[in-house]
């Protein structure tokens, strides 16, 4: 059995260090949780990084195990589906689901973090803001921290009996173990940029319908925007870091004005919206997207990656953060039956690595989707077909993107393999056909039966 009053030292108060934190000082252990950064309930640590999040099932049910759905309830705005604003200047709503009740939510980072940050504290962990990891001793589980904290910032080593890693795509504690015989990752950086455009609300009220998230495909790249509960949106532009001359990036933006000209007629109903576009273009900064993929996320029964730190993804799932709560709800869960630490962390990391490479897999691909493959007429085919089979026989037929978005109990891998098949089946069933109507949707489920186990 686990001793559950000892101490765990937590690197990083973000979201997963946060919930896990909570999670543990609820079952009584001793939690301290070391941060970088000073309090960001009393500075704007916000500044240039994603202001909302979409939240959907799994990030629900992390939520749940510490029992914080009710208090996150009033930071979500409903998002039902897309609207896509084509480049002729149509629109198009696509619903997420064949199911009215399964929602993704648009939720803010900072006023989650506070939440998770309170619930933390309530529950006895104990933080320490304003100490960076500047240096990590896998052999001896010592911390070199720089604390800010006080007028003369100065260095220490802090010995710890447990670490787990919660300190973000850029880890120090992961690239400190890369020696380690046995333990490989992989980092590796999209060529594409992002930059986040406030988009204000008009006359009090939201600019646009507020319950979408909202897309502009165009190809290459491509702008969205979702909503907040303060009827602002956030967009945010996704486009190449450089490319020849003649294609647009972020390059482009070495001249103010060609950026600014290239962006109201590629987005033409933006600019109405947003009074200081050429100003954010200009000013607001571009953040950097990338995967993390590691063979396993633990030594002995000393140190555990988690959250970002083990697997950060694209975030064109939606998924970074649901990903990682369910690494802490999957965590929590192990705590009730595995004989030691050494046993959660192993089962945890054998457990946890297959579906986290699923969803990087999965979020490139959406990436895909977004920017182009939406614009296509067979795709909005394929969409209407599944979600007609799976009115039909929903212990057959479920979407990907709903086993990934809605569907909890699938894990992604599962979702990842299914979702394979079934693009067989989709791309084959609509070939020869424009309209459901002429789709023999008999013949698609015994097929389906055929090719994939019930769910
Ligand atoms: P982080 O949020 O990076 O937190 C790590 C913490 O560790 C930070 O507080 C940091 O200050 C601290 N830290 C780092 N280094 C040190 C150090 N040396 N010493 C001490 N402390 C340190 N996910 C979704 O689920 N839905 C979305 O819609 C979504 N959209 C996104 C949009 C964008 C543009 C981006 C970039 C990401 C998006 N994500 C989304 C992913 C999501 O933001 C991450 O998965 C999530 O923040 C991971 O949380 P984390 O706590 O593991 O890591």
């Known amino acids: 059995m686990l001793v559950h009053n000892e101490s765990i030292t937590i690197l990083g108060a973000g979201l997963t260090g946060a919930l896990l934190a909570t999670i543990l000082a609820q079952r009584g252990m001793q939690v301290q949780v070391i941060e970088r950064q000073q309090d960001p309930r009393k500075i704007d640590a916000y500044a240039g990084r994603s202001i909302n999040l979409a939240m959907a099932a799994r990030g629900m049910n992390g939520l749940a ?171 945010t532009l996704f486009m190449k870091a450089t490319a020849a001359d003649d294609e647009p990036s972020f390059q482009w933006w070495q001249d103010p004005e060609r950026a600014a000209r290239w962006f109201e007629t590629t987005f033409p109903d933006v600019p109405a919206l947003v009074p200081d576009l050429a100003d954010q273009l200009q000013n607001n900064p571009t953040g950097v997207m990338g995967t993390v993929r590691c063979n396993r996320w633990h030594l002995e029964d000393r140190i555990l990656l988690i959250g970002d730190a083990a697997h950060a993804i ?93 569907h909890a109990d699938i894990p992604y891998a599962t979702a990842q393999e299914r979702g394979r098949v079934q693009a067989q089946l989709l791309d084959r069933w609509t070939r020869r056909h424009e309209v459901i109507s002429d789709i023999d949707l008999g013949k698609c489920l015994r097929e389906a039966r055929e090719a994939l186990p019930a769910l």
């Open 65 to 235: 195990v510490a029992g914080l759905n009710d208090a996150v309830a009033p930071l979500l705005c409903p998002m039902p589906g897309r609207l896509l604003h084509n480049s002729d200047g149509t629109q198009h709503f696509q619903p997420y689901s064949a199911h009215e009740h399964e929602l993704n939510y648009s939720v803010s980072r900072a006023g989650l973090n506070a939440i998770l940050l309170e619930a933390a504290e309530q529950a006895g962990a104990e933080f320490r803001f304003g100490q960076r990891c500047v240096d990590f001793d896998p052999t001896e589980n010592r911390l070199t921290l720089e604390a800010s904290d006080s007028d003369t910032p100065h260095r220490y080593s802090l010995a710890t009996a447990r670490l787990i890693a919660a300190d973000g795509a850029g880890s120090p504690v992961r690239r400190a173990m890369a020696p380690l015989p046995g333990f490989d990752f992989e980092e590796s950086l999209l060529d594409h940029l992002y930059q986040e455009i406030a988009i204000p609300p008009k006359d009090g009220q939201f600019a646009m319908e507020a319950e979408a998230l909202h897309i502009w495909p165009r190809g290459g790249y491509m702008f969205i925007a979702l909503p907040n509960p303060e009827r602002d949106f956030t967009g």
């Open 314 to 406: 694209v975030p064109f799932h939606g998924q970074g953060m649901n990903a990682a709560f369910e690494d802490c709800a999957a965590f929590s869960a192990l705590l009730d039956t595995a004989s030691d630490w050494r046993d959660l962390f192993q089962r945890f990391s054998a457990a946890r690595v297959p579906n986290a490479n699923a969803i990087a897999d999965m979020a490139l691909e959406n990436y895909v989707e977004m920017r182009d493959t939406v614009r296509d007429p067979k795709f909005h085919l394929k969409k209407a077909l599944a979600f007609e089979l799976e009115r039909l026989a929903p212990d057959q037929f479920i979407s990907r993107y709903a086993m990934v978005m809605f």
